[in-house]
Nanobody, 122 residues
Framework: QVQLVESGGGSVQAGGSLTLACAPSGSDFRIVAAGWYRRPAPGRLREFVAGVTRDAVINYDESVKGRFTISKDDAKNTIFLQMDSLKPEDTGVYYC???????????????WGQGTQVTVSS
């Protein structure tokens, strides 16, 4: 079963930047559409942060507009989330979600990453 592998989380001070990356664990699947979500704290619901559709339409939650940038690098088959001007309220576990196209044909699965912690201190 295909998995998504995330990287780039960490701890920064308010106003700092981080870049998250997400890619399939193998080379047999291509990312078609993807999104980033975050869970602010244990027990709270996972919330949408940013996404890119099959048609390359990009959407952001209002709380991150102008500060975060999602991008899809087809050559690297990777999704990035550039996070600038970070705020303490951006703290949480960030997850990527992607719709994948198998190179061998067949069903297009959807997968989630394992999550990466982002901590922003004031």
């Amino acid at each position: 079963q295909v998995q998504l592998v995330e990287s780039g989380g960490g701890s920064v001070q308010a106003g700092g930047s981080l870049t998250l990356a997400c890619a399939p664990s193998g080379s047999d699947f291509r990312i078609v559409a993807a999104g980033w979500y975050r869970r602010p704290a244990p027990g709270r619901l996972r919330e949408f942060v940013a996404g890119v559709t099959r048609d390359a339409v990009i959407n952001y939650d209002e709380s991150v507009k102008g500060r975060f940038t999602i991008s899809k690098d087809d050559a690297k088959n990777t999704i990035f989330l550039q996070m600038d001007s970070l705020k303490p309220e951006d703290t949480g576990v960030y997850y990527c979600n992607a719709e994948l196209r198998p190179l061998s044909g067949g069903r297009w699965p959807t997968a989630w990453g394992q999550g990466t912690q982002v901590t922003v201190s004031s």
